[in-house]
């Protein structure tokens, strides 16, 4: 049972323009979510993190959205650029159990010149 | 101030035999999570320990164990290693604070022959 699902293993999107990575949840004790990017041979590096309480939270280029009825999350970059082509993962935690993730499989994605 | 550290890096270990990887969280971080990261897979919560405790478990068999010493330091052992045991095995490092992200160290990458 995949609590957290991202289907778009994969998304390439050309340089200045927008990158929409999508996240939906089926587990409803989640209430803490969060955004990792990573790159090859290196652990997931913390972008940005919604609490359940709120629908949207901003960090320079990154926005995070979140729709509790529809259970989905979604990342924007704006304006994409080249450096952030790496894999997005999108994690759910429940609440009272610390610091237990559940991840969902990654997002791949691809800026172009 | 220094990152989460994972030793080793990289690791050949054959069937049936043991290992066991080390972790060093940030200073002041009292939480220490493990996950496995495999080929199509996301990252999967092994374990996590806090003040020496285990206090959550994921989903795996028991030949999968770990430790927390005083100093947070963290040991997984993984015994009778089997070929489907090659992953990346990423720690993460936690204060204990609710609503704030994990910290996740450079990862070991364990492959089994």
């Known amino acids: 049972d995949q609590q957290v699902k991202q289907n778009s293993p994969s998304l390439s999107v050309q340089e200045g323009r927008i990158s929409i990575l999508n996240c939906d949840y089926t587990n409803s004790m989640f209430d803490y979510f969060l955004w990792y990017k990573k790159y090859p041979a290196e652990g997931p590096t913390f972008l940005i993190s919604?609490?359940?309480?709120?629908d949207k939270n901003e960090d320079g280029r990154f926005t995070v959205f979140l729709n509790k009825s529809a259970k989905h999350l979604s990342l924007h970059i704006v304006p994409s650029q080249p450096g952030d082509s790496a894999v997005y993962f999108c994690?759910?935690?429940?609440?009272?159990?610390?610091?237990?993730?559940?991840f969902g499989t990654g997002t791949r994605l691809q800026v172009t010149l | 101030k220094a990152g989460v550290t994972q030793t080793p890096r990289y690791l050949i270990k054959t069937r049936g035999q043991q290992v066991t990887l080390s972790c060093s969280p940030i200073s002041g971080h009292r939480s220490v999570s493990w996950y496995q990261q495999t080929p199509g897979q996301g990252l999967q919560f092994l374990f996590e320990?806090?003040?020496?405790?285990?206090?959550n478990k994921g989903n795996f068999p028991g030949r999968f164990s770990g430790r927390q010493f005083s100093n947070s330091r963290s040991e997984m052992n993984v015994s009778t290693l089997e070929l489907g045991d090659s992953a990346l095995y990423l720690c993460a490092s936690w204060t204990g604070v609710a609503n704030t992200e994990a910290f996740f160290g450079q990862g070991t990458r364990l492959t089994v022959v």
């Open positions: 919604i609490s359940s309480i709120k």
């Open positions: 320990y806090f003040s020496e405790t285990q206090r």
């Open positions: 994690a759910g935690r429940p609440a009272g159990t610390a610091s237990k993730l559940t």
